[in-house]
């Protein structure tokens, strides 16, 4: 009963806040069009002749949920799983003329917390971005395996860290947000005998609709 009671209360409690346009509670779900770069170590070695940087983009799902804290300035923190990837161009023999595109792809559970002033119904926001990788494919580990002596077991690091700019505009409960998300840190890392290094980073567009529910 007093669980019961602990409940109601705390909803009470949030409906108002929300009702003062200070809390908003809401979902949102969209589509990300993500490129990897290269990092500059792999054309100071060996590997350098295997692989070149695509400019292809990989389309992928976002969805979670956010809380925007405020009114005019706002902090909107946010909770999303997020599909990633890019593609990466495999050069047989270091020729240009024999070229291979290989598809890598990844899911991140992602933690935006951005700091935005809103212009009516327009908004801008920034912030930084935390990323932790729950899933990847096979194809990047496999790729690099092909080309090197010990191969790695998993380039793809646990967490990167990166940051979200954007703007957005909201109609009733309705929100649509356009952003640019870039990597402050290595998406993927693997260390290989002779100093040889493989390092990518991240970055993408990312065009989200949300709906308020509190």
């Not at 990167?160 to 990597?183: I, K, N």
């Amino acid at each position: 009963m007093k669980k019961t009671f602990g409940f109601l209360a705390l909803f009470m409690l949030l409906t108002m806040v929300s009702k003062a346009q200070f809390f908003t509670l809401g979902i949102k779900g969209g589509v990300n069009l993500a490129q990897l770069k290269l990092g500059n170590e792999l054309t100071m070695n060996s590997l350098g002749a295997n692989f070149q940087q695509s400019l292809d983009t990989k389309t992928g799902y976002v969805g979670g949920v956010y809380m925007r804290i405020g009114n005019k300035v706002f902090i909107q923190p946010e909770f999303l799983l997020s599909a990633k990837g890019g593609s990466l161009n495999i050069l047989k023999g270091g020729s240009t003329a024999d070229k291979q595109t290989v598809d890598i792809e990844y899911t991140n559970i992602d933690i935006p917390v951005l700091l935005g002033f809103k212009m009516g119904p327009f908004r801008i926001n920034g912030g930084p971005l935390a990323s932790f990788n729950v899933s990847k494919g096979a194809t990047l580990n496999e790729t690099i395996k092909a080309y090197t002596q010990n191969g790695t077991e998993d380039a793809f690091k646990k967490a990167s860290y990166g940051y979200q700019v954007g703007g957005g505009l909201d109609l009733g409960a309705l929100s649509l947000d356009v952003r640019y998300e870039g990597s402050l840190s290595d998406v993927t890392s693997a260390q290989f005998a002779n100093d040889m290094k493989f390092t990518q980073k991240g970055n993408l567009w990312q065009l989200t609709l949300g709906l308020k529910i509190l």
